[in-house]
Each structure stands twice: as C-alpha cells, then as structure tokens.
C-alpha cells in the first residue's frame, strides 16, 4: 500500500492594497561558509513594496489552484542511473 505523501498549497503573495503581485520585500542574507552562498536570514516583513500602487503595503497570500508541493516534486524528478 502506497503512503498518502504530505500536500501542501502553494501561495502567491499579492498587495493588500491593489491585488498586484509586484511586490518588492526587504531582506537580509547572511553568509554561508558552507554552502559559499549567501542565504535569505530571519523575516523578510520588514518592509513591503507594491510596484502598482508605488508605496509601502502589506502582503496577502491568496492560494494557487491547482498547485501543491507534491506535485511539484514530481514534475521535477529526474532518472537515477
């Protein structure tokens, strides 16, 4: 018997204001001698932008019909030799 894999929505990020989703957050990276990457740290709600409405809003995740992390994993597998 197959195992029910965990599903999970996926979100998109829209202005409060407006409805667009031409939002621009402010963020912090923080190295990564591991990796040698820089990577996203902490919470990036300092402050939001909307480039419709061109100020300061917050943000509203509404759902993505139709998409799950699930599915996605499995679009993007690949053949193991």
């Known amino acids: 018997m197959e195992e029910a894999a965990e599903v ?3 979100t998109k990020p829209i202005c409060s204001t407006c409805g667009s989703d031409d939002i621009v957050v402010d963020a912090y ?3 990564n001698p591991v990796t040698q990457q820089f990577e ?3 919470d990036t709600s300092t402050t939001s ?3 419709k ?3 300061e ?3 509203r995740n509404i759902p ?3 998409r799950t992390k699930a ?3 499995k679009k993007h597998e690949t053949r193991s030799n």
Do not use: E, P, V
Request: include cysteine; glycine fraction near 20%.
């Open 8 to 10: 999970t929505k996926f």
């Open 29 to 31: 990276a923080r190295w």
């Open 40 to 42: 996203l740290d902490g």
């Open 49 to 51: 932008l909307c480039g």
């Open 53 to 55: 409405c061109g100020g």
């Open 57 to 59: 809003t917050s943000i």
């Open 64 to 66: 993505l019909a139709g």
């Open 71 to 73: 599915a996605k994993d």
